[in-house]
């Protein structure tokens, strides 16, 4: 019944123990760290990603892509980073000539995915993408076959896939630890301060809170039961128009999983939420917070302990990508990954607005 | 937008104060405890509310209705009740006849609900009910009628409207306390022990989890929120179905409120997960367990706390419709509080088999 395979969710859990894959090895002098472009110097770069690749073992920043000269100038000052390696959109495809840059992080609104990961791939850099990792499924597949034609590695920024407490949910799910899974309850929701930001641009997020947050409840339904669903049911409501203009304020969804497995699922920007919840047979457990960058806390009915220390979530899922590229692996986050999640979240989209079950194929 | 009125949920709480309804003052000696014959001396009977009858300071059991002449006996005597107020269900309409007994309280299977609710209101007797109300729409019509025209109360056994966390809840909920509320997580789960328990076969039930204890989910919907639904979507799903033969082992069902609110909902036979939890714009505040019979506990995200003593909830809603019936007040619980869920609970059964949304009137 688990659809996704060895090299996914519990693939190097298994393989490394719960904590050794986030504990990333100490490099070796002859393994060399891989440039990474940031494409896009928002919040989450500037908050996130820049300071977590300095706890990195495996990169190190290469490139900055932005179309703000002053705002990239000041940022690659205060990181180290020589002017030469930075790069506006219109000298983006220069990257190609860049032997430090070896891979490329889209950080770009959701409609600008595509473009500047079929762009990255056209020059020859391995890329990683943000979630949503696009605004339709033929996007994702242009972006699949650019990176197979260029024989490149693709990777969606899916953090949790790293995070310790999410990935001991899975596991505890997976083996029956606590009997067989029955419910999943699965909340990812933040507020959206903001009413000018992207997010709330139709034209550059592709939809509301779904595509946004309430994707970590659909990953967690996924890596949690180990299977693809079925079908879905869902609604959704506004109650701010003025701020949510043709997005989804809220979006209730139900997952139904070939076990019998139900997820019954909530995403909206109104609200703070966000724990996955598992029911089996013998007890509850999981994770609530969730989905934060930090201060995941697990939980289960049986008392036993379900706490991990606290990680750079985007640190791990960096060193992983990097580690993934320079050995030929496979990442347990690729394009393909990315695309289900596109495509099932198309499916919700209609299950919303006709009122009727979407079945997945 | 409240459609539970002023004798509802809240006008209690108001008026009394949060604890005041919960602690019934001493009766007086001029007022007659009232006598109430329990119908059905099956484990809720025997374990909750035989006890419970003695706690209570308005009501006193006054006979036993049973099928087990022995059973009903022993029970008598342990509770010192004379034998000839023992009624077998033949001859339960003496009961007119028995001045000693004012309220008849029906804690038989569903699908006798109606009968037997009608049978006492012809006997001249008040009427409390077991939830569900019924097994159809069409029954509780009639059952209402009935003690409509007997000029007899009915009120039905709904007992979180007296518990005082719950209650809590719906008020922190409708003063928006914690600003406007926008999603309610209601899961209303248990694990059913017996396969051959009276629950589990359709012809008694009348349906499965949902009506048995998801609709302790739909209840704390409505009234955390004081909003009727306007249109439901639901899915169910049976993982043992040698156990649930044609009954919803797991039912997800997801209620829209007119102000927007959408309730998102879990009912299952399958798991023990049982909570109400309200997002609101603010904070998150709700009841995790939200209805078991004892040990409720409340929480607020902004620390404050939502505790109170633990009560014999079964003790405070016979004194509550005793004490209604005493003074000629309605209810908070009346027959039409139970229509409006069995009717709810029919386009539950709607949606999830026919995989649309189903409107409300």
Chains 1, 2 share one sequence.
Not at 259 to 274: D, E, P, Q, R, T
Not at 282 to 308: E, T
Request: proline residues 5%; glycine residues 8%.
């Amino acid at each position: 019944m688990p659809m996704i395979d060895r090299r996914g969710f519990l693939g190097a859990l298994a393989a490394a123990g719960a904590m050794g894959v986030m504990r990333p090895r100490a490099a070796r002098a002859d393994e060399k760290r891989l440039g990474v472009a940031l494409v896009g110097i928002g919040k989450l770069t500037q908050t996130q990603l820049l300071p977590a690749l300095k706890k990195t073992t495996a990169c190190r920043l290469a490139a900055l892509v932005s179309g703000h000269p002053d705002k990239a100038r000041k940022v690659a000052a205060e990181y180290g980073l020589p002017e030469k390696n930075i790069y506006s959109y219109e000298t983006f495809d220069r990257l190609a000539d860049n032997p430090e840059v070896d891979i490329v992080y889209v950080v770009l609104p959701n409609a600008m995915h595509a473009e500047y990961t079929i762009r990255a791939a056209r020059a020859g850099k391995h890329v990683y993408c943000e979630k949503p990792m696009a605004v339709s499924v033929r996007e994702c597949e242009e972006m699949i076959a650019a990176c197979n034609k260029a024989k490149r590695m693709l990777g969606i920024a899916y953090r949790l896939h790293f995070e310790p407490h999410n990935l001991e949910v899975a596991r505890i799910a997976r083996s029956k630890e606590l009997g067989a899974i029955k419910v999943i309850e699965a909340a990812g929701c933040t507020m959206v301060g903001d009413p000018k930001q992207w997010r709330l641009d139709k034209k550059l997020s592709g939809g509301g809170s779904l595509v946004d947050i309430g994707i970590y409840a659909l990953q967690a339904a996924r890596y949690i039961s180990g299977e693809e669903p079925v079908s879905v049911t869902a609604r959704q409501s506004v109650t701010d128009p003025a701020k949510f203009k043709g997005i989804d304020e809220t979006m209730l969804f139900e997952l139904a999983f070939p076990s019998g497995v139900l997820a019954s699922c909530i995403s909206s920007y109104a609200v703070f939420l966000n724990h996955f919840t598992v029911a089996a047979e013998a007890g509850r457990f999981g994770v609530d917070p969730g989905l934060n960058y930090h201060g995941i806390r697990g939980f289960r009915s049986d008392g036993k302990p379900l706490a991990f220390p606290d990680i750079d979530q985007f640190a791990a899922e960096m060193d992983d990508f990097a580690t993934c590229v320079r050995a030929g692996k496979p990442t347990r986050v690729p394009g393909e990954e990315g695309l289900r999640d596109v495509r099932i979240m198309e499916a919700i989209y209609r299950a919303a607005e006709s009122g009727r079950e979407v079945k997945l194929g």
